[in-house]
């Protein structure tokens, strides 16, 4: 896929001019050529642009700040992904692809310092399917420069393997480790196969995001893919469901903090002005009082930098239950269920949950220094969370049997230290993750201020604080941890991880894709469509069984 148009100006033709000024009597038949790819380029970047212009906008740097892997100095070397303040109260933000031009909200860089730096090639096509990239006529010089901001913060437009790798475990593996156990009770042993049936048709359908973005010039992200798919009702409508999913994930971590806090504090309570909150009430208040002001913080990069730190501390809370079963010696105590017919539709969306991290490869694929690498590292990350997954499943629910909660931290017992560490892990994550996961939402209604309100920071306070507040209000209003996960895994994360991106391929390669490809994306289509309405009807009705008892 050719480069961004405000990448492209980093470029210097200086190559060819040097040659079309020593041609001398050539230079008649070099200026019509070079008029001829003129023309060439700029109808391609009036292309490119066209995926700039539609809501949202602000997707792009949004996204890479809520899954980057940013720390330079502790984890490997250098900053992978750019930086982003929040859109009302940062006075600047690293750019690494491109800032749209119509992006109004947000002051693009000062180039004040330059530094040395080989940019890499541009990306090839993925697929021998795809048409070629039409080759440029400008070459990159060997001192092509990276820009930095008039605050001094370096900017890296390039991420490693490993960094990508970290980047896509940080986002697939969260909240929905700790349910496994719960979606192995739910099915039995031969429902958590559907686990590792997910696991290599999402992996599948990472891979066709891939294609998609190199079918053409200027596609970057999700909805970039909607878009020139289905039109910009596509890329709305893509959009809308990505932020949907990313709202109910905070939605999760307040019924997680009330559900976990209020374990560790059982008789804890407030009672005041004839208003009684029990212990779930009353830490979902506080939690959600704790995060507000992270919403509101001048730059969110501060919290990208400790949130890398979730692949580490799903690591660690594995490890507990680990120790707590075998060092601590808990013991197996159940057999478990071959097959539970009954549960099986809440775990098919509990496993999908578990693979809902498509909205952001698009953005790993077009950060990393070697694009050709994507599926050695989506197959590493795809790895090693179904492994973590599949561990967990198989820990929990042998240790704990019938009597596992949609947590396992709820089982483990309290007086070990193992337990107390994977408690307090799991309380503490959320913390930093929240403002990361709701940013995105909140900048895209942001975008739909008036411009002549943009400098305003009272409405964007208002839109985060509400936002914020709605999330602790469907949370008391539906406290169903494992309920709600699986009704987000059965009703979104089926959409974004199996069906969209299948249908996508298909809308625009159309003819390109060979018959085995056809005929996987719409087998994986019907499961899709299958997995979500059998989940989705299960989950409501037991949401809904639950609220009328």
Same mark, same amino acid.
């Given at each position: 896929?050719? $480069?961004?148009?405000?990448?492209?100006?980093?470029?210097?033709?200086?190559? !060819?001019?040097?040659?079309?000024?020593?041609?001398?009597?050539?230079?008649?038949?070099? $200026?019509?050529?070079?008029?001829?790819?003129?023309?060439?380029? $700029?109808?391609?970047?009036?292309?490119?642009?066209?995926?700039?212009?539609?809501?949202?906008?602000?997707?792009?740097?949004?996204? !890479?700040?809520?899954? %980057?892997?940013?720390?330079?100095?502790?984890? *490997?070397?250098?900053?992978?992904?750019?930086?982003?303040?929040?859109?009302?109260?940062?006075?600047?933000?690293?750019?690494?692809?491109?800032?749209?031009?119509?992006?109004? +909200?947000?002051?693009?860089?000062?180039?004040?310092?330059?530094?040395?730096?080989?940019?890499?090639?541009?990306?090839?096509?993925?697929?021998?399917?795809?048409?070629?990239?039409?080759?440029?006529?400008?070459?990159?010089?060997? !001192? !092509?420069?990276?820009?930095?901001?008039?605050?001094?913060?370096?900017?890296?437009?390039?991420?490693?393997?490993?960094?990508?790798?970290?980047?896509?475990?940080?986002?697939?593996?969260?909240?929905?480790?700790?349910?496994?156990?719960?979606?192995?009770?739910? &099915?039995?042993?031969?429902?958590?196969?559907?686990?590792?049936?997910?696991?290599?048709? %999402?992996?599948?359908?990472?891979?066709? *995001?891939?294609?998609?973005?190199?079918?053409?010039? &200027?596609?970057?992200?999700?909805?970039?893919?909607?878009?020139?798919?289905?039109?910009?009702?596509?890329?709305?409508?893509?959009?809308?469901?990505?932020?949907?999913?990313?709202?109910?994930?905070?939605?999760?971590?307040?019924?997680?903090?009330?559900?976990?806090?209020? %374990?560790?504090?059982?008789?804890?309570?407030?009672?005041? &002005?004839?208003?009684?909150?029990?212990?779930?009430?009353?830490?979902?208040?506080?939690?959600?009082?704790?995060?507000?002001?992270?919403?509101?913080?001048?730059?969110?990069?501060?919290?990208?930098?400790?949130?890398?730190?979730?692949?580490?501390?799903?690591?660690?809370?594995?490890?507990?239950? +680990?120790?707590?079963?075998?060092?601590?010696?808990?013991?197996?105590?159940?057999?478990?269920?071959?097959?539970?017919?009954?549960?099986?539709?809440?775990?098919?969306?509990?496993?999908?949950?578990?693979?809902?991290?498509?909205?952001?490869?698009?953005?790993?694929?077009?950060?990393?220094?070697?694009?050709?690498?994507?599926?050695?590292?989506?197959?590493?990350?795809?790895? /090693?969370?179904?492994?973590?997954?599949?561990?967990?499943?198989?820990?929990?629910?042998?240790?704990?049997?019938?009597?596992?909660?949609?947590? +396992?931290?709820?089982?483990?017992?309290?007086?070990?230290?193992?337990?107390?560490?994977?408690?307090?892990?799991?309380?503490?994550?959320?913390?930093?993750?929240?403002?990361?996961?709701?940013?995105?939402?909140?900048?895209?209604?942001?975008?739909?201020?008036?411009?002549?309100?943009?400098?305003?920071?009272?409405?964007?306070?208002?839109?985060?604080?509400?936002?914020? /507040?709605?999330?602790?209000?469907?949370?008391?209003?539906?406290?169903? +941890?494992?309920?709600?996960?699986?009704?987000?895994?059965?009703?979104?994360?089926?959409?974004?991880?199996?069906?969209?991106?299948?249908?996508?391929?298909?809308?625009?390669?159309?003819?390109?894709?060979?018959?085995?490809?056809?005929?996987?994306?719409?087998?994986?289509?019907?499961? &899709?469509?299958?997995? %979500?309405?059998?989940?989705?009807?299960?989950?409501?009705?037991?949401?809904?069984?639950?609220?009328?008892?």
């Amino acid at each position: 896929m050719k $480069n961004s148009v405000s990448e492209q100006s980093f470029y210097i033709e200086s190559e !060819d001019e040097d040659e079309e000024s020593n041609r001398g009597g050539e230079e008649d038949d070099g $200026n019509e050529s070079d008029s001829d790819d003129s023309l060439a380029d $700029n109808r391609q970047q009036s292309k490119v642009g066209s995926y700039n212009t539609s809501w949202p906008q602000s997707y792009r740097q949004s996204i !890479d700040l809520y899954s %980057s892997v940013q720390s330079p100095s502790i984890i *490997l070397g250098t900053p992978t992904l750019s930086r982003l303040g929040s859109s009302f109260l940062s006075s600047s933000i690293l750019t690494r692809r491109h800032t749209p031009e119509s992006l109004p +909200f947000i002051t693009k860089p000062l180039i004040s310092k330059v530094e040395d730096e080989q940019l890499p090639p541009q990306r090839r096509s993925s697929h021998s399917l795809l048409p070629p990239i039409p080759s440029r006529r400008s070459s990159i010089k060997k !001192d !092509d420069k990276v820009s930095y901001l008039s605050h001094e913060v370096p900017m890296s437009r390039q991420s490693s393997n490993s960094q990508a790798v970290l980047n896509g475990i940080n986002v697939l593996c969260g909240v929905g480790l700790l349910s496994t156990s719960y979606a192995a009770k739910e &099915g039995g042993w031969i429902g958590l196969s559907i686990l590792f049936i997910f696991a290599v048709l %999402s992996f599948y359908t990472g891979l066709l *995001l891939r294609y998609c973005l190199d079918s053409e010039p &200027g596609l970057e992200t999700y909805p970039d893919i909607g878009q020139a798919a289905f039109g910009t009702t596509g890329r709305i409508v893509i959009s809308i469901i990505l932020y949907i999913e990313l709202y109910a994930c905070c939605v999760e971590y307040i019924i997680l903090e009330g559900d976990n806090l209020s %374990s560790l504090f059982p008789n804890a309570h407030l009672s005041f &002005g004839g208003l009684e909150l029990n212990s779930h009430h009353l830490f979902a208040l506080l939690a959600t009082l704790a995060v507000l002001p992270t919403v509101w913080l001048r730059d969110l990069s501060v919290l990208s930098y400790i949130s890398a730190g979730g692949v580490i501390a799903s690591i660690m809370v594995v490890l507990c239950l +680990f120790w707590v079963g075998l060092v601590d010696q808990v013991g197996i105590h159940s057999k478990g269920t071959p097959l539970n017919l009954g549960g099986l539709p809440v775990a098919i969306g509990l496993y999908g949950y578990c693979y809902s991290g498509h909205a952001v490869f698009p953005n790993i694929y077009t950060s990393m220094a070697q694009p050709n690498k994507y599926p050695k590292v989506l197959l590493i990350c795809f790895g /090693i969370c179904t492994l973590m997954y599949a561990g967990v499943a198989i820990m929990g629910y042998t240790m704990f049997g019938e009597s596992t909660e949609s947590q +396992f931290t709820l089982n483990m017992p309290q007086d070990l230290v193992a337990s107390k560490i994977a408690l307090w892990t799991t309380v503490v994550n959320p913390f930093t993750k929240y403002a990361l996961t709701i940013s995105p939402v909140a900048m895209s209604l942001e975008e739909l201020i008036p411009s002549n309100h943009m400098k305003s920071h009272v409405y964007a306070i208002c839109i985060r604080t509400a936002l914020v /507040i709605s999330t602790l209000l469907v949370g008391l209003a539906i406290p169903f +941890f494992g309920l709600v996960m699986s009704l987000i895994g059965s009703l979104l994360t089926m959409l974004v991880t199996l069906i969209l991106p299948c249908a996508c391929f298909l809308s625009i390669l159309r003819g390109k894709a060979t018959r085995f490809q056809a005929t996987f994306c719409i087998i994986i289509i019907i499961v &899709g469509v299958i997995s %979500s309405v059998v989940g989705t009807y299960s989950a409501l009705s037991k949401i809904i069984e639950r609220l009328c008892s």
